[in-house]
Nanobody, 122 residues
Framework: QVQLTESGGGSVQTGGSLRLSCAVSESTFNFPLVGWFRQAPGKDREFVASIGSRKYYGDAVKGRFTISRDDARDTVYLQMNNLQPDDTAVYYC??????????????????WGPGTQVTVSS
C-alpha cells in the first residue's frame, strides 16, 4: 500500500515562507493527481492545491502558494509564501489514481499522508 510522508512544516511569523515536501513510496507516475489539503481546528478539510494535467489552487492561497512535482524523485512540493495566521492548519498530502481536476474533494483521494503542522503567528 502506498505511503505518503509530509515534511517541512513548522512555525513562522506572518509574511514568512515554508516549503512542504511529500515523499511518495511508489512511483508518482501511478498517481495522475497529487496535491495538498489542510484542516484547521474545528473546520472541515480544505482544498489547497493540486497538480495533474493542470495546476489548481484554492482561492485562499492563490498567488501565494505554488505546487510542483518531481516524478524522478517521487516527491510533491508546496512552496508557501507570505504566510498568514489563517494559514495555520495541519497540511495533508494526497494522491489519486484519477485526475479530477478542479473538482477534487477529500472523499476522492486514494491515499493520504499523516499530516504536518503549519503555525503562523502574528
Amino acid at each position: 500500500q502506498v505511503q505518503l510522508t509530509e515534511s517541512g512544516g513548522g512555525s513562522v511569523q506572518t509574511g514568512g515562507s515554508l516549503r512542504l515536501s511529500c515523499a511518495v513510496s511508489e512511483s508518482t507516475f501511478n498517481f495522475p493527481l497529487v496535491g495538498w489539503f489542510r484542516q484547521a481546528p474545528g473546520k472541515d478539510r480544505e482544498f489547497v492545491a493540486s497538480i495533474g494535467s493542470r495546476k489548481y489552487y484554492g482561492d485562499a492561497v492563490k498567488g501565494r502558494f505554488t505546487i510542483s512535482r518531481d516524478d524522478a524523485r517521487d516527491t510533491v512540493y508546496l512552496q508557501m509564501n507570505n504566510l498568514q495566521p489563517d494559514d495555520t492548519a495541519v497540511y495533508y498530502c494526497a494522491a489519486d489514481t484519477f485526475d479530477y481536476g478542479r473538482t477534487w474533494m477529500p472523499a476522492h483521494a486514494d491515499a493520504w499522508g499523516p499530516g504536518t503542522q503549519v503555525t503562523v503567528s502574528s
